[in-house]
Structure formats: C-alpha cells, structure tokens
C-alpha cells in the first residue's frame, strides 16, 4: 500500500516540476469561481432587491450595519495612505 502511495506522490512531484499540472489546475479553479459566481451573484441580488422594495426594521438594520463597515473600511483605508490624519 505504501508503495502504490508514493508512486502516485512521486507522478505528482515529477508533474508539477516539469508543468504538466498547470493545465488542470487552473481549469479546476476556474470551475470552482464560475460555481461560486453562480450561486453569490443571484443570492446578493435577491438580497438588494429584498432590502430596496421592503421597508421595515430588518432591511433599515441591515443598512445600518452595511453602512457602517463601509464607514469603517474606507477610514481605514484612508488612514493607511496617509488622507487622514489620527492617532
């Protein structure tokens, strides 16, 4: 078991040192984005239209949270180039 273990490890070293893998790998990846876009992108579409047509506590909470990291990040990342002076 051993042997047919480090046989697969070493066609995997020998692939990956001349190039071989590269191919898979990045089609791999590229079908793992285009599944996670397929499910992000509808769900935060049907979460902004749900928060824009329907008014109450919930949807003026989230805003509230959404704005203030927003607050939040753009102040920080202002202050790590320098536009705002603070402590």
Request: net charge positive; glycine share 10%; aromatic share 6%.
């Amino acid at each position: 078991m051993d042997t047919r273990k480090q046989a697969i490890a070493r066609q995997c070293l020998e692939g990956a040192e001349s190039g071989a893998m590269t191919f898979p790998q990045i089609v791999g990846t590229l079908i793992e984005i285009s599944i996670t876009l397929a499910i992000a992108v509808p769900l935060g579409l049907l979460g902004a239209v749900f928060l824009h047509e329907i008014p109450g506590r919930f949807s003026q909470f989230v805003r509230t949270v959404v704005e203030a990291m927003t607050a939040a990040t753009y102040s920080r990342n202002f202050a790590r180039i320098g536009a705002v002076s603070g402590p």
